[in-house]
């Protein structure tokens, strides 16, 4: 900071305020409500997959194609299932429809972080059916949006902002998340990477208090063991290990892409059928029959697919069906607008492409080579590495991998991010017209202050001055300050005000002043400030005494900021550079023989 100018003492590291604490407690009981939706969900999953393909009363989550099946059961429960969804879509409520993690993306995005409180209900119900009757999909699509509808009604109930609203919606989804994994670490950052859109104490320790609570929550009803135990010998993997996660990752990163494309292709396809929409999900159902025809165990969640391609337990011909039936219902059945999650069929494709890999690799540890694609094609399908990999940490257990695992997402989602504009989950956002960026940068606003980029001498006007002399001098329709006779800040006035003034005398001119800055005051401050005024350029005054002008800034001056950042992007320059010995000369040499 220049001489003459006091230091920031009003700047700190975050922007907080005791409502922090507030929400942080409200987030709590939203944690434990979407603990009990997730544990809710998975049971009436498991009720409907019994009552559909083994014909009895339980909750017990089963593989719809553990045991045989008739042909025309496995065929048309899928069809039947897609019938009543498409039906409770339209008639019901239209959100329900998807995946999960684009609804809640649009509802922070476009909707002020509010969920209609049906689909709380309808949500969870119609995954329920769609999963029970042998949709390849995941639960926690379908609890994200839950989760976040839980959290996003209670913040309707009380008069919170749209960013608190915010807050509260990305609670729930990451404590429904967590309960319904385990993996509580994994949950916190897919809201960082993913949901948030920011990194800031107001909404992070209050999703942390929510997904706390949740996951305790989920200790009392389902346990607190990994959902997928592997035995790793407690042995770490090598450097040649590590290096070969190169493979997984890239292939992996290649098969997200081919999924995220197989998806909105089916989309397109499905717009241009020539039937009402409730009809495609049913159609969505068949290409699911079909396919459980070819591989049974395609079919529903699959948690116990994954267990066996993470333990090393699967055949190749389970790995083969699963990476090619999968694959393929899933992605053309999403794009029916079915309801359902996907991270649960990433993990069986990630996990079946790297034990297919695995054959050809060097032996490590029983699932190793699984537990890479697994990491991997999360990294690339949801563009969420570190995600990726703390979640097949906590899934597993088998933190002595984490350095692969790193190496296999990290990859996966360097390809991705190369050679695909979006995700899975934001193409869909980009298809309704929005725009969703997934960088976090500093704001180079928040790097200048006032006094840097101001006007110091700026032309200064005198209430008694006569308008006509002045107005020649006047070149611009900015600013102007008016002083009084002491040189006290009165006022201020345009050009335009001048010219229109009934008076001769600047006083007749004067207008108040809407919005003041301090010298010390960030640019971003100065930003919010114009913003919030309606105006285009503020007297800067000094932060001990207002009536003291110090200057003018505008809105052009801002621009400072985004310049600077955009050299220091876009300019290459040479700071270094090696120096070579002059070759010496004949008459040097001729000295010194």
Request: hydrophobic share 50%; net charge neutral.
């Amino acid at each position: 900071m220049s001489a003459g100018h006091s230091r920031a003492t009003h700047l700190g590291d975050f922007q907080v305020s005791p409502r922090l604490l507030l929400i942080a407690g409200l987030a709590i009981p939203v944690g434990g409500a979407a603990a009990v939706a997730a544990y809710a969900l998975l049971q009436l999953i498991g009720f409907i997959t019994n009552l559909v393909f083994y014909q009895r009363f339980s909750t017990e989550m089963v593989a719809p194609g553990a045991t045989h099946h008739p042909w025309w059961l496995v065929l048309t429960a899928p069809v039947v299932g897609g019938l009543i969804i498409g039906v409770m879509a339209r008639y019901g409520s239209e959100k329900i429809r998807g995946h999960g993690m684009p609804e809640a993306i649009e509802a922070i995005l476009t909707g002020g972080s509010r969920v209609q409180p049906r689909v709380a209900l309808l949500k969870p119900a119609s995954a329920a059916i769609s999963i029970g009757s042998g949709g390849p999909f995941g639960a926690e699509g379908p609890i994200i949006m839950t989760g976040g509808a839980v959290g996003s009604i209670l913040a309707q109930l009380l008069k919170l902002s749209a960013d608190e609203r915010k807050t509260l919606l990305v609670a729930g989804s990451a404590a429904g998340m967590a309960a319904t994994f385990n993996a509580p670490l994994a949950a916190i950052l897919l809201a960082v990477e993913l949901l948030l859109f920011e990194w800031r104490p107001r909404s992070f320790i209050p999703v942390v208090a929510a997904v706390v609570t949740g996951t305790i929550c989920r200790w009392a009803m389902l346990g607190n063991g990994p959902v997928f135990a592997v035995a790793t010998d407690g042995r770490t993997p090598g450097a040649l290990s590590d290096g070969l996660a190169l493979i997984p990752g890239i292939t992996g990163g290649l098969l997200a892409i081919a999924a995220t494309a197989m998806v909105y292709f089916a989309e397109d396809s499905f717009a241009k059928i020539p039937v009402h929409w409730m009809w495609w999900p049913a159609i969505g159902g068949l290409i699911i029959g079909i396919g459980g025809l070819f591989e049974p165990r395609a079919l529903g969640v699959g948690y116990d697919v994954i267990d066996q391609l993470l333990t090393g337990h699967a055949t190749l011909s389970l790995i083969v069906g699963i990476l090619v039936v999968k694959t393929l219902i899933w992605s053309l059945s999403l794009g029916s607008g079915t309801s359902g999650g996907v991270l649960a069929p990433v993990f069986m494709i990630g996990a079946a492409l790297g034990a297919a890999e695995g054959g050809l690799l060097p032996h490590v540890t029983a699932g190793f080579w699984a537990m890479c694609g697994l990491a991997a094609v999360v990294g690339g399908v949801m563009r969420s590495p570190l995600t990726g990999i703390v979640f097949t940490c906590e899934l597993t257990h088998a933190w002595n991998d984490v350095l692969p695992l790193a190496v296999a997402s990290v990859s996966a989602y360097a390809v991705s991010v190369l050679l695909l504009k979006r995700s899975v989950l934001t193409e869909k956002i980009a298809r309704r017209r929005l725009h969703l960026t997934r960088e976090y940068t500093t704001d180079p606003l928040e790097t200048f202050f006032t006094h840097e980029v101001m006007t110091a001498d700026p032309l200064v006007l005198g209430l008694d001055d006569l308008i006509d002399p002045i107005l020649p001098r006047t070149h611009y329709a900015g600013l102007y300050p008016v002083v009084d006779g002491s040189g006290a800040l009165a006022g201020v006035t345009t050009r335009q005000a001048l010219q229109n003034s009934p008076g001769t005398a600047v006083a007749a001119a004067t207008l108040d002043i809407r919005t003041a800055v301090h010298p010390d005051n960030t640019l971003r401050e100065v930003a919010n400030a114009l913003a919030l005024a309606h105006v285009t350029a503020a007297p800067v005054v000094a932060r001990d005494d207002p009536n003291r002008l110090c200057g003018i800034i505008t809105l052009e001056q801002l621009l400072h900021a985004r310049r600077r950042d955009l050299h220091e992007e876009h300019h290459r320059e040479r700071l270094l550079v090696v120096r070579e010995e002059p070759a010496a000369r004949d008459d040097d040499k001729v000295t010194a023989a």
